[in-house]
């Protein structure tokens, strides 16, 4: 499932910042690319050949973006080696991708009781919750995320994101900054962060144009409506 980065719905996670009309710029936070999961092949010797073989498809599929083949060889690793943690959390992902989320949230809650410290498993399920709408939900998946996998700026990224959508700037703001600490170069956590610092009371504005810039150095799309209000901002002689 493609997510526009542009947004505003509760059907895609591209959350709008702001309350009211001082920012219609998006607050962007993509899903993590499944390429980035545990292959569970490599992470199980006691896999049997036929299993093994299930996994490989299953990555080789999510690398060709065929996320129907990637469910369809999971399921068949996850019937052959029943309780696979690395397979239910990959059919969550694939099957968030895919736009089923109640499905996803089945195989998240389920890797997370076999196993309460997979950290990935928590940050996808947040993203769940979050696309469902269930901020209480989201907030707590993200902050346990977080404390479990302290040095993964993406899972920052997403909880920072919740926090904003639920009027928590100075929260958010904390995690993106560990974010850009922990993944300099992360240009998604720049825009989001440039957004943040421009609803400050009074805004931060040379703060958000460095961290606007720096992300589309960085290869971000530009935001026509936030660099307009950039721009209409009053130059700051003193950054805050």
Request: with cysteine.
């Amino acid at each position: 499932m493609s997510m526009p980065r542009s947004i505003i719905a509760a059907a895609v996670f591209c959350i709008p910042l702001a309350c009211g009309a001082q920012s219609a710029a998006p607050m962007a936070a993509e899903e993590p690319a499944i390429s980035e999961l545990a292959n569970p092949a490599a992470s199980s010797a006691k896999l049997s050949p036929e299993a093994k073989a299930a996994a490989e498809a299953g990555i080789a599929a999510i690398g060709k973006d065929k996320f129907d083949a990637a469910e369809k060889a999971f399921l068949k690793l996850l019937k052959l080696s029943p309780d696979n943690l690395n397979a239910l959390v990959n059919l969550g992902l694939v099957e968030f991708r895919l736009g089923r989320p109640e499905e996803a949230q089945r195989y998240l809650e389920r890797a997370i009781r076999l196993k309460p410290d997979t950290g990935l498993a928590w940050t996808t399920l947040g993203l769940v919750y979050n696309n469902q709408g269930n901020l209480e939900g989201a907030t707590a998946a993200f902050a346990q995320a977080v404390y479990l996998s302290p040095k993964d700026p993406r899972a920052h990224n997403y909880f920072a994101v919740t926090l904003s959508r639920r009027g928590w700037y100075s929260g958010a703001e904390e995690e993106l900054q560990k974010a850009i600490e922990l993944a300099p170069n992360f240009g998604e956590a720049h825009f989001n962060l440039a957004l943040v610092y421009f609803t400050r009371q009074p805004p931060a504005v040379e703060l958000a144009r460095r961290h606007y810039q720096k992300a589309l150095d960085l290869g971000e799309p530009p935001d026509p409506d936030f660099a307009a209000k950039l721009a209409a901002a009053p130059v700051q002689t003193v950054v805050p």
